[in-house]
C-alpha cells in the first residue's frame, strides 16, 4: 500500500531540525524508526547512523552498517542548499517507506518534505 500520510511528534520534528542545524554546513543523516499501518507512517523515534559520513551525502554514507529492522521506516536528511527537494542521488538510495528532507534554514517544519520511495511529495502532520 503506497504511503498516504506520515506522522511525526513535535519532538521528532525539533530533533531533525536541531540534528540539521547541528551539522550544517554538512549534511546530516537519520534513520526514523516506528510503523506502518494502512499507508499512515508514524515515525516514533530517530537514531543517528553508526558511521555515517557527514558532508559527502549518500554517496558516502555507509548503508551496510545500518541496523535495518521492521521498525524501520526511512532516512531524514539535510540539504544545507536549502532546497529541499529529492536529489538523482537520494532517488537512487531510498530505503525504507519514506525519505524526509530538512532544507536549510531548519527553522520550522515549514522546512521540512517529506517523499516516498518513487520521490512523490507525501503529505504530513505534525502532533504536539
Ligand atoms: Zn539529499
Redesign the pocket.
Known amino acids: 500500500m503506497p504511503v498516504q500520510k506520515v506522522v511525526f511528534t513535535k519532538e521528532i520534528v525539533d530533533s531533525i531540525l536541531s540534528y540539521s542545524k547541528m551539522n550544517h554546513p554538512r549534511e546530516g543523516i537519520l534513520l526514523l524508526r516506528g510503523r506502518s499501518r494502512k499507508g499512515v507512517v508514524e515515525v516514533q523515534s530517530i537514531v543517528v547512523p553508526p558511521g555515517a559520513v557527514h558532508g559527502e551525502?549518500?554517496s558516502g554514507f555507509s548503508w551496510w552498517m545500518l541496523p535495518i529492522d521492521l521498525s524501520y521506516v526511512g532516512v531524514a536528511?539535510s540539504?544545507p542548499s536549502g532546497y529541499a527537494v529529492?536529489?538523482h542521488e537520494?532517488l537512487l538510495h531510498v530505503t525504507g517507506r519514506v525519505m524526509v528532507?530538512a532544507g536549510f534554514p531548519y527553522t520550522d517544519e515549514g522546512c521540512i518534505r517529506v517523499y516516498d520511495v518513487n520521490g512523490k511529495k507525501v503529505s504530513f502532520e505534525v502532533r504536539s
Open positions: 551525502g549518500f536528511h540539504h529529492p536529489s537520494d528532507i
